[in-house]
C-alpha cells in the first residue's frame, strides 16, 4: 500500500510494542509472510511523520495486540496442520492500536484508541499457496480498513496537531 502521510506536531514517532507474539496454537502470526506488527510498523512510519511546530513531545503509536488465529472448523483438526494439509479452518485478525500524542513531559495530550477485526473460512479443498495467498489478502484488507479508521479519527481527534490533510 502506497500512504501519505499526515504531519503530526511532535518532536518523533515512537512505535511501541506491548503485546507479547504468542508462537503456540491457534496463534499463527508466525508463520505467515508478513505478520501484522510488521505491517503496523510500516504503516507507522509511512503515514504518521512527526514535525515540531510547537510540541516538543512524541506521537506515540502502541501496538496493544497484534494477532492472526487459525481455528479449526473440526474437532478432528489440528492447527498445526494448517500448512501441512488441506484442513479447513477460520482465520481470524485482531489489531488494538493506541496512538497517543504526548508534550515535553511524556504526558497525554490526546489520544485514539483503534481495533479492527477480519475473520474468514478457509475451505479445506484448497491448496497452500493458496491459503497463504487469502490470509495475505486479508492483511491487506485489515490494514485498509485499520487506515480508514484511524486517519478519519486522528483528523477529528488531533485535527488542532495536525499540519497537512
Known amino acids: 500500500m502506497d500512504y501519505e ?13 506491548r503485546y507479547n507474539t504468542n508462537i503456540s496454537a491457534p ?11 510488521s505491517l503496523i510498523n510500516y504503516w507507522s512510519i509511512a503515514r504518521l511523520n512527526a514535525e515540531v ?4 513531545g512524541n506521537l506515540k503509536v502502541i501496538i496493544n495486540e497484534s494477532s492472526i488465529k487459525a481455528l479449526p472448523i473440526s474437532e478432528n ?8 494439509s488441506n484442513a479447513a479452518n477460520k482465520i481470524e485478525m485482531n489489531l488494538d492500536i493506541t496512538i497517543e500524542l504526548l508534550n515535553e513531559n ?4 490526546s489520544y485514539v ?5 477480519k475473520s474468514q473460512e478457509l475451505e479445506g479443498n484448497i491448496s497452500l ?23 478519519n479519527k486522528l483528523k477529528e481527534v488531533f485535527k488542532k496537531r495536525i499540519s497537512s490533510n
Open 53 to 56: 511546530s510547537s510540541n516538543r
Open 77 to 84: 483438526n489440528k492447527i498445526e496442520e494448517l500448512f501441512l
Open 27 to 37: 496463534y499463527i502470526d508466525h508463520l505467515v509472510r508478513q505478520d501484522l506488527v
Open 113 to 117: 484508541n483503534l481495533k479492527a477485526f
Open 129 to 151: 499457496l493458496e491459503k497463504d495467498f487469502r490470509i495475505q489478502e486479508m492483511s491487506r484488507s485489515l490494514m485498509s480498513d485499520f487506515d480508514n479508521l484511524a486517519i
Open 106 to 109: 511524556s504526558e497525554r495530550i
Open 5 to 17: 502521510a499526515l504531519t503530526i506536531d511532535a518532536s518523533r514517532l515512537i512505535v511501541e510494542q
